[in-house]
């Protein structure tokens, strides 16, 4: 028979991180602060979720690799779109991922070892063919005006973006998904009943 000498030991409450980059996008609270570096997701599964717009009527999706983007980086792409889109009443920006990744960097000519770096910034790792930001509105935003206000805030971000709209199929990775297309039917091509010969036979 044992005691534990203290019971809040048994309890771990989730750690509130309060740095200097507080004022971007940063989840409100984690359980560790620190996470091994990770991989930028592969989309190999045959998932094409996320690849489409939800919300607006235009949006900006990956089209070079796969990338991780900073809460620094995804916040002033968000402030390019909403200072174009005040003119525009009733528009709004819709960010369709998070950065929810805590990124640790040690400084440089640190010699090896002593633990894990420093808490530094936000990241998410998002791969090809995933929708970023969204733009709509009660009205619609005409496609040349939505194509101007996406391109530069696609300039803020580390990868090539490209501009879809409703109708824009899904990708899987490098390929886009398009419809199949309903077969050609000819001038001398009818519908062949049962006991009847085909036509050129």
């Known amino acids: 028979m ?27 609270q984690v359980k560790y602060i620190k996470r091994h570096k990770g991989v930028i997701p592969i989309p190999i599964g045959g998932s094409i979720k996320g690849t489409t717009l939800a919300f607006g ?6 089209k070079g690799n796969g990338v991780r983007f900073s809460a620094k980086q995804l916040t002033t792409a968000e402030e390019v779109i909403k200072r174009k889109l005040k003119v525009l009443k009733g528009t709004k920006v819709y960010l369709r991922v998070f950065p929810d990744i805590p990124v640790c960097i040690k400084g440089n000519e640190t010699r090896m070892g002593k633990g894990k770096g420093t808490f530094e910034f936000w990241a998410t790792r998002q791969p090809v063919g995933r929708v970023i930001f969204e733009i709509g509105g009660p009205s619609p935003i005409r496609e040349e005006l939505a194509r101007d206000i996406l391109r530069q805030a696609a300039s803020k971000l580390p990868t090539k973006m490209e501009f879809i709209g409703r109708d824009t199929p899904p990708r899987l990775g490098n390929l886009v998904l398009h419809p199949p297309k309903p077969p050609a039917v000819g001038v001398g091509d009818y519908p062949v009943s049962a006991g009847e010969p085909a036509a050129g036979i």
């Open 57 to 62: 009527q235009w949006g900006l999706r990956i």
């Open 2 to 28: 044992f005691f534990l000498s203290s019971p809040i030991s048994l309890f771990k409450p989730p750690i509130h991180i309060f740095t200097r980059n507080r004022g971007q996008l940063a989840p409100r």
